[in-house]
């Protein structure tokens, strides 16, 4: 098994209370196990035409406090059979503009001696962004929701 890891920062027109309620508030999500901090297992289901029907995340720490999380990637179509788990970090750091600025490092734990190409960590990369996007406009759209 390796890992290989990868740092990305992004600024972001929401603040970051927002952001991290949002994230962890998906309403598209399954509570497997437990209450919604460390320990819990969670089920993203996604909608028809999409890459993956659903992902497993279970949260490792979760600081609401401090506005970061770590969570890992356990199951779902993204980890095909060459990739054992992936581990975010990610920090959504306060601006005094009311904005915010995501802050992620991604662990990918591969099966066996495969070695992840830069294409494959450029790809997710961009499946993420596109993740933050989704709920920047969703929460841009509704300003009182995670107020």
């Given at each position: 098994?390796?890992?290989k890891t990868f740092t990305h920062?992004?600024e972001?027109?929401?603040?970051a209370?927002?952001?991290?309620?949002?994230l962890i508030?998906?309403?598209?999500?399954?509570?497997l196990?437990?209450?919604?901090?460390?320990g819990?297992?969670?089920?993203i289901?996604?909608?028809?035409g999409?890459?993956?029907?659903?992902?497993?995340?279970?949260?490792?720490?979760?600081?609401?406090?401090?506005f970061?999380?770590k969570?890992?990637l356990?199951e779902?179509?993204?980890l095909?059979?060459?990739l054992?788990s992936?581990?975010y970090e990610?920090k959504?750091?306060?601006?005094?503009d009311g904005?915010?600025?995501?802050?992620s490092?991604?662990e990918y734990?591969?099966l066996?001696?495969?070695?992840?190409?830069?294409e494959?960590i450029k790809?997710?990369?961009?499946?993420?962004?596109?993740?933050y996007k989704?709920?920047?406009?969703?929460?841009?759209?509704?300003?009182?929701l995670?107020?």
């Open positions: 098994m390796g890992v920062e992004v972001s027109p929401v603040s209370p927002r952001m991290i309620h949002a508030g998906i309403k598209s999500v399954d509570l196990q437990g209450d919604g901090g460390a819990t297992i969670k089920q289901n996604f909608g028809e999409t890459q993956s029907k659903y992902m497993k995340h279970r949260i490792d720490v979760l600081d609401k406090k401090n970061w999380c969570y890992s356990i779902g179509a993204m095909g059979d060459k054992e992936i581990v990610v959504f750091e306060p601006s005094s904005k915010c600025v995501i802050k490092t991604s734990h591969t066996g001696d495969f070695e992840i190409k830069e494959e790809s997710g990369k961009e499946r993420a962004m596109a993740m989704v709920v920047e406009a969703h929460l841009l759209e509704n300003p009182s995670y107020a």
